[in-house]
């Protein structure tokens, strides 16, 4: 069990740098405007901020995730016996 519990650290640890790295690369000063227009047209093909739009909110569903399983992982090593 301590084996997927590291693996889940190093998994974890991987797509938060992924994602910071991601969020501010493309951060453009309106973190606080609350928008979420994501453009796309109609049977045409995906902007690049539509792209990278869905990939942060992939990293941070899948961030957040990791880190339920991970938490869950580690209460259930606590408890084993000794």
């Given at each position: 069990m301590i084996i997927l519990y590291r693996v889940l650290l190093t998994l974890g640890l991987i797509v938060?740098?992924?994602?910071?790295?991601?969020?501010?690369?493309t951060g453009k000063?309106?973190?606080?405007?609350?928008?979420?227009?994501?453009r796309t047209s109609f049977k045409g093909?995906?902007?690049?901020?539509?792209?990278?739009?869905?990939?942060t909110?992939?990293?941070g569903v899948s961030f957040m995730a990791i880190m339920?399983?991970?938490d869950a992982v580690s209460n259930y090593t606590q408890k084993l016996p000794k």
């Open positions: 938060a740098i992924g994602f910071a790295v991601l969020v501010f690369a000063g309106d973190a606080m405007g609350g928008g979420t227009n994501v093909k995906a902007s690049f901020d539509d792209v990278i739009s869905r990939l909110l992939y990293l339920l399983i991970l």
